[in-house]
T-cell receptor, first 110, second 117 residues
Framework: LAKTTQPISMDSYEGQEVNITCSHNNIATNDYITWYQQFPSQGPRFIIQGYKTKVTNEVASLFIPADRKSSTLSLPRVSLSDTAVYYC???????????FGAGTTVTVRA | GAVVSQHPSRVICKSGTSVKIECRSL??????MFWYRQFPKQSLMLMAT?????????EQGVEKDKFLINHASLTLSTLTVTSAHPEDSSFYIC?????????????FGPGTRLTVL
């Protein structure tokens, strides 16, 4: 499993855009990049997944440069309810196991 | 995505007793389920991979005789913490493998908070 590095914490204010960058220098050719969100005392929730370029859904956008050695999760116009831990994971189709790193604690203030 | 439930949501037990936690896939037939443990302020740690109809695969350092896993059907996996001790107090979370082409998307249950007195 490719190792990932992301900031430990980020602070933001309501209405701002939050961008969390994850480094994964050892990403393999068949690896996908997946982001999860976890609220306190809850299981993680799948947010978005991508392989290259840009992916957007109703919750977030994921930007992946051509070399795929990093990725950026973008949360548009955050609210207080977006305060959570965000995990970046990298894995491929033959690797069903997930290895969670420390994650990024995002705190949104009023 | 798939819906996963866990029961109970929280349990308090005395040291030395055994506790069973159920993980159910409500709308998806899950051949593979995973069990994680999460201590306060820490990340999730994979404990074992549960395969329907076969023995679970445990991660290094996880005692298989202490954490018994049964995956008897495509919708139910159980984790039994045997002879629980205070150090087993943790947040236990199960997940199912989604069956996506990528194989690395999982759907998680709400977790079970175990407190051993």
């Amino acid at each position: 499993l490719a190792k990932t590095t992301q900031p430990i914490s980020m602070d933001s204010y309501e209405g701002q855009e939050v961008n969390i960058t994850c480094s994964h220098n050892n990403i393999a050719t068949n690896d996908y990049i997946t982001w999860y969100q976890q609220f306190p005392s809850q299981g993680p929730r799948f947010i978005i997944q991508g392989y290259k370029t840009k992916v957007t859904n109703e919750v977030a956008s994921l930007f992946i440069p051509a070399d795929r050695k990093s990725s950026t999760l973008s949360l548009p116009r955050v609210s207080l309810s977006d305060t959570a831990v965000y995990y970046c994971l990298v894995g491929g189709s033959n690797d069903y196991k997930l290895s969670f790193g420390a994650g990024t604690t995002v705190t949104v203030r009023a | 995505g798939a819906v996963v439930s866990q029961h109970p949501s929280r349990v308090i037990c005395k040291s030395g007793t055994s506790v069973k936690i159920e993980c159910r896939s409500l709308d998806f037939q899950a051949t593979t389920m995973f069990w994680y443990r999460q201590f306060p302020k820490q990340s999730l740690m994979l404990m074992a991979t549960s395969n329907e109809g076969s023995k679970a695969t445990y991660e290094q350092g996880v005692e298989k005789d202490k954490f018994l896993i049964n995956h008897a059907s495509l919708t139910l996996s159980t984790l039994t913490v045997t002879s629980a001790h205070p150090e087993d107090s943790s947040f236990y979370i199960c997940s199912i493998e989604s069956g996506s082409p990528h194989g690395d998307t999982q759907y998680f249950g709400p977790g079970t908070r175990l407190t051993v007195l």
